[in-house]
């Protein structure tokens, strides 16, 4: 008898052609056959009929990893991560709501294989969004018909999936890149048991360390000079600098302010204007 536990584990890509010998040995179940099983899992937590629903369905996760294969991964490594999928699809599957469990179970295969891609095919993460991994798998699909977009490609496609232009060029930049294995020590050195320390250091061309510190020493010296400032007006002045421009939320209209304080909106604007003029001859001394 076969061993229901193996089957569902692909332990290396040596025993994947057994692997799939075996699994299409199990036959495929009649919907009366899969109605009552699906309710005794349900409705008696039966184990039993779990694990039939499960070995009966591993040639469809076989079937749906073979369209990963361009991907560069182990598909013995894509079955089993569809298998998790199959797996929680007959645990939350309803037998009352009148489809069967293999359309049901696509949905569930297919989001732990998409997970697993996005895991493990780049080092650095091409998708993290959900609409990001949409257009990583839909370009993939379109790529393999297309091939290099030019610019009439790239419209065809960003109509076709409903997103921007520059979506589409992000995403292929993306997928187009490879990763680069950076070493900080020559091999030879490794080898050698020597520790360089005249290491290679990647660039980066975008910072700049002196004007990150010049900038947050200017922002800490201007917020110190206004917060001087705004102790040297009078209490209704520095409220109402506060409730036209320093608070968190949005500003505050004349018409607001001049009803709290009793007065018109053209007193407020006059009392805004007087006191910005004190701050900036507070600041600039």
């Known amino acids: 008898m076969i061993n229901k536990v193996q089957i569902l584990s692909v332990t290396s890509p040596g025993n994947l052609d057994s692997y799939i010998r075996i699994a299409n040995l199990w036959p495929m179940l009649s919907l009366e056959e899969e109605k009552s099983l699906t309710k005794r899992l349900r409705y008696s937590g039966d184990l039993d009929a779990a694990k039939t629903l499960i070995l009966s369905h591993l040639r469809f996760v076989i079937h749906i990893s073979r369209n990963y294969s361009g991907y560069g991964l182990l598909q013995a490594d894509l079955i089993q ?3 998790i999928g199959l797996m929680k699809a007959v645990r939350r599957f309803n037998p009352e709501i009148g ?5 049901f179970a696509v949905h ?15 080092i650095v993460k091409v ?3 959900k609409a990001q991994r949409k257009l990583f798998f839909n370009l993939r699909k379109n790529k393999k018909r297309l091939g290099w977009f030019n610019e009439d490609e790239i419209k065809i496609v960003a109509q076709e999936l409903g997103v921007s232009n520059e979506d589409v060029r992000e995403m292929e930049s993306r997928m187009s890149a490879q990763d680069v294995i950076f070493s900080p020590f020559p091999e030879e050195d490794l080898k050698n048991g020597k520790n360089n320390t005249n290491m290679p250091y990647l660039q980066d061309k975008t910072s700049n360390f002196a004007h990150g510190l010049e900038k947050d020493d200017w922002d800490k010296h201007t917020t110190s000079k206004l917060s001087n400032a705004l102790l040297r007006l009078d209490t209704r002045s520095r409220d109402i600098i506060h409730a036209r421009w320093l608070d968190n939320n ?3 209209t004349l018409q607001k302010i001049a009803s709290n ?3 018109s909106a053209e007193r407020v604007r006059q009392l805004e204007k007087n006191a910005m003029k004190k701050l900036k001859r507070a600041i600039e001394n």
């Open 250 to 252: 949005k500003k505050n």
């Open 81 to 83: 991560e569809g298998n």
């Open 108 to 122: 569930w295969i297919k989001s732990e294989i998409h997970e697993y891609v996005l895991r493990n095919w780049r």
């Open 99 to 103: 489809v069967r469990l293999v359309s």
């Open 127 to 129: 998708a993290t969004t």
């Open 261 to 263: 304080y009793g007065i």
